[in-house]
Each structure stands twice: as structure tokens, then as C-alpha cells.
């Protein structure tokens, strides 16, 4: 009965510190700062083209599915060195920080972002290029490190500064544009894929992330919820690949303009009038 009580008592130890390091890893203190995506800096010299743009919210296909396990007990399972905690797919909204990146870019008259395709196609009509696409993956994982040892061994570990947890995302869609009236003919498109990961400990590798965001979501929450502080675009990541769009999106507008004869857009805005 004693040895009962005791391991008990162990695992209840083991459960607290573990809490006190979830506290910690979200972060108990003050609000930080929302983590928005900032647009690259313009660049844009000359005037912008004479275009209205509408950018359209990615089509999700991403797989949907993943799995969570948050017995926190399940962690002290000797003769495991790790266990993969969580895997979340989320409809992380890129559009929304493609449509900032074209807008603060300066190439363009008009950059607008629609949610959908509530208008439907003759509404999108006003606008000479539509840029839209499919999301791919958006996928979250945070794997535990246990290191094969009973309770309270593995929690001492994480005390003296081993790794006590590894996150990462991996996100994959592609991009398209096209003109309103011709949207089976694309005129561009643009793969972007970036991964992320990162090794913490109880009480270090807690900077910026998205990681008290995403636990948030796992946990069944609204992503308009007040513990999301993320529109879940990292600048850090998402800068260069969009600097690369843009300019991308800019030489094909180009080059369809010029083997167009060089005047494709305006053509379409005022056909040619018939004598009677």
C-alpha cells in the first residue's frame, strides 16, 4: 500500500511540474504582441501597373485529419525516447497575407481580398487578373522527449535543461492567376513550401512562435478565439518565398502583355467599336 502511495504521489509531482512547464512554454505573463505578417518593404521605383487585382482565399485541400493525445501520464511510459503529442492540419487563411504582400508591393492600382467566391464569376468582371489557388498541407506536430525513463526521472531531466519538446509546421500550396474571363487559361502560377521546426526545453527556446496558438486550436477552440495571437503567416518564413512571387507575378504580367502586342488588359477593358 505504501509503495502505492507513493508512486501516487510521484506521478501527482510529475503532473504539476509538467503543468508549471506548459504554463512557462505558452507563456503566463504579460500579452505578447499579435504575430501579423509584415509585407517586404516596396521596392517599387516607377508606377504601378495599370491593373485591378482580386485576390481569392486558397481552396483547401489539405488532408484534414490528425490525431492529439494529451494523457499527460502516458509521457512517463518507460522504454519510449520520444512520442509524437499532436498532429493538426489548419486552413491557414494565405490569402489574406498575399493579398498585404501585392498591396504593399506598389505594382499594381488596386489590390483587393475576397474570402470566397460569394460574387461568383461574372462579380469578379471589375478586376483584370484574378490570383487565387490551393493549399496543399498546413500541417502543426509537437513531439515529447521522454527519454525511456519512469516518472519522476524523465521530469528531472527536463529540469536540468534537457530538450523537453520539438515543434514544426510544414505548409505547401500553389499559386495561379488568370483573367476573369479566361480562368481555364492561367497566365502564372507558383509553388511555395516552407518548414519550420525547433527544439525547447522547461525553460529555454520559448521565444516568438506560434506554438501557444496552435495549442489553442488542438484543443478544440475557435480560431477568432483571444488565445490565438498569430494569423499563423511567420514573416520569417513567408518573406522571401513572397518577395520571390511577386516578382515572378510581375515578369509573367509582363511577358503576357508584350506577346500580346502590348496592350492585352486595355484591349479587354475597351473592345473595338463596328462602324454601322
Known amino acids: 500500500m505504501n509503495a502505492n502511495i507513493s508512486i501516487h504521489m510521484q506521478r501527482r509531482l510529475a503532473g504539476l511540474i509538467f503543468v508549471l512547464g506548459l504554463a512557462l512554454i505558452t507563456g503566463c505573463g504579460g500579452v505578447p504582441p499579435k504575430r501579423v505578417y509584415q509585407p517586404n ?13 482580386a485576390v481569392i482565399e486558397l481552396e483547401d485541400r489539405s488532408p484534414g485529419n490528425g490525431f492529439t493525445n494529451w494523457n499527460l501520464f502516458e509521457v512517463f511510459t518507460p522504454g519510449y525516447f520520444y512520442r509524437t503529442q499532436f498532429q493538426k492540419y489548419n486552413q491557414t487563411l494565405f490569402g489574406t497575407c498575399l493579398a498585404a504582400e501585392l ?24 478586376y483584370d487578373i484574378i490570383v487565387t489557388g490551393r493549399l496543399h498541407q498546413d500541417k502543426f506536430e509537437r513531439t515529447e522527449y521522454t527519454y525511456g525513463l519512469l516518472d519522476p526521472l524523465g521530469v528531472a531531466l527536463w ?19 488568370f483573367k476573369p474571363h479566361q480562368p481555364d487559361r492561367p497566365i502564372w502560377t507558383h509553388p511555395i513550401k516552407f518548414h519550420d ?9 520559448h521565444g516568438a512562435s506560434d506554438l501557444g496558438s496552435i495549442r489553442w486550436l488542438v484543443n478544440g477552440h475557435a480560431i477568432s478565439g483571444t488565445h490565438v495571437d498569430t494569423d499563423f503567416c511567420p514573416t520569417e518564413l ?39
Do not use: C
Open 41 to 53: 518593404p516596396s521596392g517599387q521605383a516607377g508606377k504601378p501597373m495599370p491593373l485591378k487585382v
Open 103 to 126: 498591396e504593399q508591393s506598389h505594382l499594381f492600382e488596386v489590390v483587393d481580398y475576397h474570402p470566397d467566391w460569394e460574387k461568383g464569376a461574372h462579380g469578379f468582371r471589375s
Open 159 to 177: 529540469l536540468v535543461g534537457f530538450p523537453i519538446e520539438g515543434t514544426s509546421r510544414e505548409a505547401m500550396f500553389e499559386l495561379t492567376a
Open 197 to 205: 521546426s525547433k527544439i525547447s526545453g522547461m525553460f529555454w527556446g
Open 238 to 276: 513567408l518573406q522571401p518565398h513572397f518577395l520571390a512571387m511577386r516578382n515572378s507575378f510581375a515578369e509573367a504580367l509582363k511577358r503576357n502583355t508584350a506577346e500580346q502586342g502590348g496592350s492585352a488588359f486595355a484591349q479587354e477593358k475597351t473592345p473595338e467599336r463596328t462602324t454601322p
